[in-house]
């Protein structure tokens, strides 16, 4: 995307091998129809499937929304496009739990709340705050994705690295964000504190999500993926937060 | 589109013959390169492309918003995919304009305000309002692109007519909208009196532009394109209006 650096944006062959790694083992070598035999893993990926098709959705509307903030057409334009970018992957998601036979409406439901609760407490108050959400939620969601792409099914797996490959909109964020510190760099602090605050409210409706999701969580820890166990997940967590503050310093903001 | 009733979409060729119809003559039998030599006609055709695009620009914002009413998910991505279908169009004309080496921001200054202000004073009070405002502004830009689509040098009119024929996803709204108003007659007087007002708002905003664009309102009213004088632009008006006091009736709403 434009405007990345490299530090923006890490090859991806380089930081997550497991993604392009052959050689899966346990769940990441069977395809779904294997896979799926095992009604745990099913209950996971229907609810990984869920969170993700609503998260797409709230971030298409979220994003509309705060593209309303935008001091130019361009810039609207820019935040529209990540926001249909986000609708497209919602109806990828959706269609894949339709396919698999699911209630794509009753697969999201659990998660309405941690995102709308999310979008609720991070409502941006100018555009600037908007664009350093869209920049920080569009690589946060690349990041968790990646991740996780490791740990499905062949199927499954294909699909959230299709997702993925589209999403990284989010760079024209950085120069405009990088500009405006220039300009004044009060406003660095103040975009510090709202990143911290933005990462730490993920953080908080995640952990609620992990709680109330027994599958979901299950194969996070490793119950049925291969490979994952509770510290694992907690070094997830660190990876992405690590990747998080690195962002944020390239940005000019200390996170 | 699904729910549609034949009465809902007319037949192209029936209803618009002049849009496929090969033996275009004046402004529409020549390509852009050989029309747009007539700085008057090129004025004219940034003006439409501006008006075009900045409409289908507001239009996403607002359908956007709308989908918040939604009263379920599904009806939610409803609305979520008539508002990302109006983004790509935006980009087409966009891009358009950028082609023919005109700036898409300057093109679509002039028309910002007539939008907003019509978007302004028609914010929908609740979901069935929000759903006859998408199906409404839908049909009438569908009716739109293929007035003026004949009026046009044929590699506009490509354009036009490809924006066109991915319009049509409003239909989704009149099986809802007929529902709503089986369930409780009232809601059709009161979502009647709400059409009425799109339309007269629609009109009265288009009125301004016309007042206010002269290159444009030439084109329209004959001054450069072929067979057009002030008659046929009342006409067009007509037939648009006429459309719509249609669809309405088709809806249970007497228009």
Redesign the interface.
């Known amino acids: 995307m434009r405007f990345m650096t490299s530090s923006d944006k890490p090859d991806r062959a380089a930081d997550a091998p497991e993604t392009t790694d052959d050689a899966h083992t346990g769940v990441a070598a069977l395809d779904w129809a294997a896979a799926s035999a095992d009604p745990q893993y099913r209950a996971a990926v229907v609810d990984l499937l869920g969170a993700l098709a ?1 998260g797409e ?1 709230a971030a ?2 979220r994003l ?2 705060d ?2 903030l935008a001091p ?3 810039d ?2 820019e935040l ?2 990540m ?2 970018a986000e ?2 992957h ?2 990828q998601l ?1 269609d894949r739990l339709a396919e698999i036979g699911e209630d ?2 009753s697969a ?2 659990p998660f ?1 709340a941690a995102y709308d609760g999310f979008h609720k407490q991070t409502a941006p108050s100018d555009w600037l705050e908007g664009l350093v959400k869209a920049y920080v939620g569009d690589s946060i969601a690349s990041d968790f994705y990646r991740e996780v792409a490791a740990r499905l099914d062949s199927d499954t797996r294909a699909l959230v690295l299709a997702v993925l490959d589209d999403t990284g909109h989010g760079g024209f964020a950085v120069e405009k964000v990088r500009a405006a510190i220039e300009a004044d760099p009060r406003v660095g602090g103040r975009l510090a504190l709202w990143a911290r605050r933005l990462m730490g409210e993920a953080l908080s409706q995640s952990q609620r999500v992990v709680a109330d999701r027994d599958a979901l969580s299950t194969m996070l820890v490793g119950g049925v993926a291969d490979g994952f166990d509770l510290a694992e997940v907690g070094k997830m967590f660190s990876r992405i937060t690590e990747a998080h503050t690195k962002r944020m310093a390239a940005l000019g903001l200390a996170a």
Chains 1, 2 share one sequence.
Do not use: G
Request: net charge negative; hydrophobic share 45%.
């Open positions: 609503y959705l298409f509307e509309a929304e593209a309303k130019t057409l361009d609207k334009a529209a496009k926001a249909s609708f497209h919602f109806e959706r794509p409406t999201m439901e309405v």
